[in-house]
């Protein structure tokens, strides 16, 4: 492949992530927008149409790492592997 073939693709991509991104914050905004309306009617249920729309919250339980690992620091250690990953960036 040549420079200006990987170049047009970038490009390309570039525009593509652009997109991208522009449909997901106007996907955030409609959700905003929804989630306000079920705030005003004070409801975590809501039917539109064919819809049932739900904003629950939720309660979860994670394990506190940075606590831990000041705690313990050696067992942290004990239980702790590397990975190794790609990284794939343009800039």
Request: proline share 1%; hydrophobic share 40%; aromatic share 8%.
């Amino acid at each position: 492949m040549s420079t200006i073939e990987i170049t047009t693709k970038i490009e390309a991509l570039k525009e593509l992530e652009n997109l991208i991104e522009e449909a997901k914050a106007e996907a955030e905004a409609l959700r905003d927008e929804i989630k306000a309306e079920m705030l005003s009617r004070d409801t975590e249920e809501m039917e539109a149409g064919t819809y049932i729309v739900r904003w629950t919250s939720v309660l979860t339980q994670r394990f506190d790492t940075t606590s831990f690992k000041k705690v313990m620091p050696e067992l942290y250690k004990e239980y702790t592997k590397q990975i190794a990953s790609r990284r794939f960036t343009i800039a």
